[in-house]
């Protein structure tokens, strides 16, 4: 019981590491890119790209069982690495396709790392699939709701 716990502590504390510095990352990403009209737009970017990790999380609490721990720990590695992709952008700024690359690229890297360290733990291929789903919605409330460029 006292390893399990310990290894429960270990994994959550490698997820909220991971988790922190993605929205810190994030923000600063957010804050450094002129295209945005408003801050409630920075904000509504924000909570769009916090909700896809956050239904992901409670899902996996509700129903992955003791494996939970360790899926937290990984997609806090996950999210973690990915928004040290957007570090360039954030220090040099400029363009929107410099933006808009280093999201792409961003979610490469992510996509990349979710697919093995997932597969690595022993977690059904299906959770990586929800995270592509949910990242297209992302996506395409990111596009309509605020940027406005599809709807």
């Known amino acids: 019981l006292q390893h399990k716990l310990t290894m429960h502590i270990r994994d959550l504390s490698v997820a909220t590491v991971g988790f922190t510095a993605s929205v810190i990352l994030t923000w600063m990403f957010i804050n450094a890119?002129?295209?945005?009209?408003s801050h409630?737009?920075?904000?509504?970017?924000?909570?769009?790209?916090?909700?896809?990790?956050?239904?992901?999380?409670?899902?996996?609490?509700?129903?992955?069982?003791?494996k939970r721990w360790a899926y937290f720990r990984e997609?806090?590695?996950?999210c973690g690495?990915?928004?040290l992709m957007?570090?360039?952008?954030?220090i040099f700024q400029g363009s929107w396709a410099f933006f808009l690359g280093s999201?792409?690229?961003?979610?490469?890297?992510?996509?990349?790392?979710?697919?093995?360290?997932?597969?690595?733990?022993g977690v059904s291929g299906k959770w990586a699939i929800l995270w592509f789903v949910l990242?297209?919605?992302?996506?395409s409330l990111q596009l309509t709701l605020v940027f406005g460029v599809v709807g």
Do not use: E, H, T
């Open 135 to 139: 990242l297209g919605i992302a996506v």
């Open 75 to 78: 997609m806090g590695v996950v």
């Open 86 to 90: 957007l570090v360039p952008y954030i």
């Open 81 to 83: 690495v990915g928004s």
């Open 103 to 121: 999201l792409v690229f961003c979610v490469v890297v992510m996509a990349w790392l979710l697919v093995n360290r997932l597969a690595s733990i």
């Open 33 to 37: 890119f002129d295209g945005y009209i």
């Open 40 to 66: 409630s737009q920075m904000i509504l970017s924000g909570v769009i790209a916090g909700g896809k990790w956050s239904i992901q999380l409670l899902l996996a609490a509700a129903l992955l069982g003791d």
